[in-house]
């Protein structure tokens, strides 16, 4: 039986009732949330991590959740800001480890199958060229198909600066793919 977005906020609400609310809240969110996350991270087990950190955030600040969006907007919010955390850590690294051949895409071309289709790689490869704010729109709009409001809720970003992003990165995107497919 599937559990609603109400019962989970009622089962999360309650001291008692608190550890079902998390299983609940996990069977509900967990595969939109990880491929929201590996979008961005693009490293499975990284994406895991995550996506970890994800919950355990959310069960510890369960309190601070107001109620004035919806519960999957403010899981999307706290991903989000887990997957980027991560991403600066790995920024650090990389200029840390400025001779080594570790590089965000060198991770995409090692995550995607050898069977995959040319085009599927030059899209992975074009979003992870986008700056980082772009790409979180882009994912968020292209993949989730979310309303500019929603994602506005989850980035704290205005609907036109939302919009104008997503143009400017889905225009990077094309021209990226346009650059570098051949047929």
Do not use: C
């Not at 809720?153 to 036109?160: A, E, L, N, T």
């Amino acid at each position: 039986m599937k559990i609603n977005e109400t019962e989970i906020i009622e089962l999360m609400s309650s001291e008692k009732t608190r550890e079902k609310g998390v299983r609940s809240m996990m069977d509900a969110y967990q595969s939109r949330l990880y491929w929201h996350i590996r979008r961005l991270i693009v490293d499975h087990d990284l994406a895991q991590d995550v996506l970890q950190d994800t919950f355990i955030k959310a069960y510890q600040n369960f309190h601070q959740f107001k109620q004035d969006s919806q519960l999957y907007t403010w899981l999307y919010r706290i991903a989000t800001n887990e997957a980027l955390q991560q991403l600066n850590k790995m920024k650090k690294m990389q200029k840390s480890d400025e001779g080594s051949e570790y590089h965000l895409q060198n991770l995409v071309a090692e995550n995607v199958t050898a069977d995959a289709d040319e085009i599927q790689i030059l899209l992975q490869k074009a979003i992870q060229s986008l700056p980082e704010k772009q790409k979180l729109v882009f994912t968020l709009r292209y993949y989730e198909d979310l309303p500019y409001e929603e994602i506005s809720k989850i980035v704290d970003m205005s609907v036109g600066t939302l919009k104008t992003n997503y143009h400017y990165a889905k225009q990077k995107v094309e021209d990226y793919i346009k650059l570098n497919y051949t047929e």
